[in-house]
């Protein structure tokens, strides 16, 4: 059973900088594609960024501003997040396959990213 651990939240002025982990473990296998979506209050859970190998995809909102890399080595994916905005206040939850395209999605318990403008 894969257990996905989201970390590095926090509170941060606007134009400031956080990096979120992602860790995965339990399974053997690393991270065949991995993601990150986000929640901000009253809202529905958006697409932030996702990874595939060979494909590095980013919401319109966080273009030039996000990247998403992982460390194989590490089993872990990250999401760097530049020049923060007050909108950009959300929970964040990753998200990964480990393995195989046939993996299951599992998804981490969520970090919580506040922006103060």
């Known amino acids: 059973q894969v257990q996905l651990v989201d970390s590095g939240g926090g509170l941060v002025q606007a134009g400031g900088s956080l990096r979120l982990s992602c860790a995965a473990s339990?399974?053997?296998?690393?991270?065949?594609?991995m993601g990150w979506y986000r929640q901000a209050p009253g809202k529905e859970r958006e697409f932030v960024a996702s990874d595939n190998w060979s494909t590095t995809t980013y919401a319109d909102s966080v273009k030039g501003r996000f990247t998403i890399s992982r460390d194989n080595a590490k089993n872990t994916g990250y999401l760097q997040m530049n020049s923060l905005k007050p909108e950009d206040t959300a929970v964040y939850y990753c998200?990964?396959?480990?393995?195989?395209?046939?993996?299951?999605?599992?998804w981490g318990q969520g970090t919580q990213v506040t922006v103060s403008s």
């Open positions: 339990g399974r053997a296998g690393v991270m065949y594609d």
């Open positions: 998200h990964a396959r480990i393995g195989s395209v046939l993996s299951p999605v599992s």
